[in-house]
C-alpha cells in the first residue's frame, strides 16, 4: 500500500481541500460525542503549520438522501470547530457553486450529501468539489469504504494525500493484521453473524485466538445443538457457524445471563451455554465467561475487538462488556477497539487514554478488517501514479 502523506507535499501558500468525517451525533444543535471532530483537530493544525494558505473542510451528515433536511445541515460542528481551534470557522450554505472568503484561515462546505451527486461518484460533481484547492487530503477513514465524489473521483483532478487520522488508522490496523505481535487475540461481538462472517474468515488466518460474543454467539450454540431460548439467531447462518467452530482457535462463552425479558428491571440468571431455559433471552457473557477470556487475553501483544458483548446499553447486561474493557485497558499489549458500540462503552468507562487505538471507522474498519481494499485508499494509490512528477 502506497500513498502521500502530509509530509510528501510542500503546502506553502497552498489552499487544501480537505475530506473529514463529521458525521456526529446532534440533537437540537448540540453535538452528543465530538470524537471524530476532535479526531480531525491534528491534520488541520499540521497544514496551517506547513503554511497552508487556506484549508476547506468537507463532509456528511446524515442521510439525507439528495435533498436539503435542516436538521442535518453542518452549522453546530462549524461552532465546535471554531471552539477548538480558537478563530472563527465559517460555513457556508452549499458545498458547490460558493464563494469561499480569502480571509478565512478554514471554513467548512455543508453537508456534501444534500447533492444525490455525492454518493453517486459523479466527477463533475468531484472536479467542483477540487477547484477549491491545488491538494486533496482525504483525513476521513469512516467513509474511505464508499466510492463517492469525495472520497474517490475527486482524486483524479488534484494532486491528494493522507491526513494525520487516516494515516494513523491504517498504519496501526494494517500492522495489526500483517505482522503483529503475537500471541494475537481477536474478539468479537455484535448481533449478527452475517454482519461478522467475513470478518471472522479473515482474522482466523491471522490471530492466535478468536473470542465471540455478544448476540451472534447464540448463532454458534445452535450449531452444536443447544438451546438459545428467545436469544437473537440467525437460522440461515447455522451451518456456517458449525464449519466455522472446526477452527481450533475459536473460543465461545462457556455461561450466559439471561432475562426474561430485554429491558431494564428484568429478572435475571446466569446459566452454563448449553442450559438455557426455552423463554428466557441470552443478554451478556457470564462471569466464568469474562475469566476464561482474561486467561485468553493474558500475555497477548495484540489485541483486536469489534463488537460489544453483550446487550451493554442496559447496566444488568454490560457487566460482560465492562470488565473486558476494563482488563484490555491493563494490558502491556497493542489494544485496538473499532466499531461505534464498542468505543462507545470504552468511553463510557473514560478508558480511552488507556487504549492504543480507539478507530473512528464503523463500517470501514469491519471492511479493512475483512482484508478489503477501502476505495478511499485506492484513490490514494492511483492518484500517486496519475501524480508522480510534483
Not at 484547492?133 to 467513509?143: L, N, P
Not at 482474522?203 to 448463532?219: P, R, Y
Amino acid at each position: 500500500m502506497k500513498y502521500r502523506t502530509i509530509d510528501d507535499l510542500d503546502f506553502n501558500g497552498k489552499r487544501v481541500v480537505m475530506r473529514a468525517d463529521f458525521n456526529v451525533p446532534i440533537k437540537n444543535r448540540i453535538i452528543s460525542d465530538d470524537t471524530r471532530i476532535l479526531g480531525t483537530i491534528p491534520t488541520i493544525r499540521k497544514l496551517l503549520a506547513k503554511g497552508a494558505s487556506q484549508v476547506v473542510l468537507m463532509s456528511h451528515l446524515g442521510r439525507p438522501d439528495g435533498k436539503v433536511v435542516e436538521e442535518l445541515r453542518l452549522d453546530p460542528v462549524a461552532e465546535k470547530l471554531a471552539e477548538i481551534l480558537g478563530f472563527n470557522v465559517p460555513k457556508l450554505n452549499d458545498c458547490i457553486d460558493v464563494d469561499i472568503p480569502k480571509s478565512a484561515k478554514v471554513v467548512l462546505l455543508e453537508n456534501l450529501r444534500f447533492h444525490r451527486e455525492e454518493e453517486e461518484n459523479n466527477e463533475l460533481f468531484a472536479k467542483s468539489l477540487s477547484k477549491y484547492g491545488d491538494y486533496f487530503v482525504q483525513d476521513a477513514f469512516g467513509t474511505c469504504h464508499r466510492a463517492h465524489a469525495s472520497t474517490d473521483s475527486i482524486t483524479t483532478f488534484i494532486p491528494s494525500c493522507a491526513g494525520l487520522l487516516l494515516e494513523k488508522e491504517l498504519t496501526i490496523m494494517g500492522k495489526a493484521l500483517e505482522n503483529p505481535d503475537r500471541p494475537f487475540v481477536a474478539i468479537l461481538g455484535g448481533a449478527k453473524v452475517s454482519d461478522k462472517i467475513n470478518v471472522i474468515n479473515n482474522l482466523v488466518k491471522k490471530v492466535d485466538k478468536l473470542l465471540l460474543g455478544g448476540a451472534m454467539m447464540f448463532t454458534f450454540y445452535k450449531a452444536q445443538g443447544w438451546e438459545v431460548g428467545k436469544s437473537l439467531y440467525e437460522p440461515d447462518k447455522v451451518a456456517l457457524a458449525k464449519l466455522i467452530l472446526n477452527n481450533e482457535k475459536i473460543v465461545l462463552p462457556l455461561d450466559v445471563v439471561i432475562a426474561d425479558r430485554k429491558e431494564a428491571g428484568a429478572n435475571t440468571k446466569t446459566v452454563d451455554n448449553f442450559n438455557m431455559p426455552p423463554d428466557w433471552y441470552g443478554l451478556d457473557i457470564g462471569p466464568k465467561t469474562v475469566e476464561q477470556f482474561k486467561v485468553a487475553l493474558n500475555g497477548s501483544k495484540t489485541v483486536i475487538w469489534n463488537g460489544p458483548l453483550g446487550m451493554f446499553e442496559i447496566p444488568e447486561f454490560a457487566k460482560g462488556t465492562n470488565e473486558i474493557a476494563t482488563y484490555l485497558s491493563k494490558l502491556n499489549a497493542t489494544t485496538i477497539v473499532g466499531g461505534g458500540d464498542s468505543d462507545a462503552a470504552i468511553r463510557k468507562l473514560k478508558l480511552e487514554n488507556k487504549i492504543t487505538h480507539l478507530s473512528t471507522g464503523g463500517g470501514a474498519s469491519l471492511e479493512f478488517m475483512e482484508g478489503k481494499v477501502l476505495p478511499g485508499v485506492r484513490a490514494l494509490e492511483l492518484n500517486l501514479k496519475k501524480f508522480s512528477k510534483l
